[in-house]
């Protein structure tokens, strides 16, 4: 059950990547830029997990998920810290 959790949080990130980027190729909004950014990084991140829990189950790969997850949320942030002003 786990490994079907672990695909669909993949998944999903990966699509609401996408559809944030689309949006921004649409409409040059840069804050969906960002946000697409972002959700890119935890797409990424969300791969890393399933490549750390089912893939290599006996390697830690949490300081590379750890870093995936700060890359995204410090370009969100930047991102609407740069829009906002």
């Given at each position: 059950?786990?490994e079907?959790?672990y ?6 990130s ?9 949006g921004y190729?649409a ?6 830029l960002?946000?697409?950014?972002c ?11 399933v490549?750390?829990k ?7 790969l949490s ?7 700060l890359a ?5 942030v930047y991102g ?6």
């Amino acid at each position: 059950m786990a490994e079907a959790i672990y695909l669909l949080c993949a998944f999903t990130s990966a699509a609401v990547a996408a559809l944030l980027l689309r949006g921004y190729r649409a409409s040059g909004q840069r804050l969906l830029l960002w946000s697409g950014l972002c959700f890119a990084a935890f797409f990424l991140n969300n791969g890393v997990l399933v490549l750390d829990k089912l893939v290599f189950p006996g390697a830690d790969l949490s300081l590379p998920r750890a870093l995936l997850a700060l890359a995204g949320v410090t370009t969100l942030v930047y991102g609407l810290v740069t829009e906002s002003a």
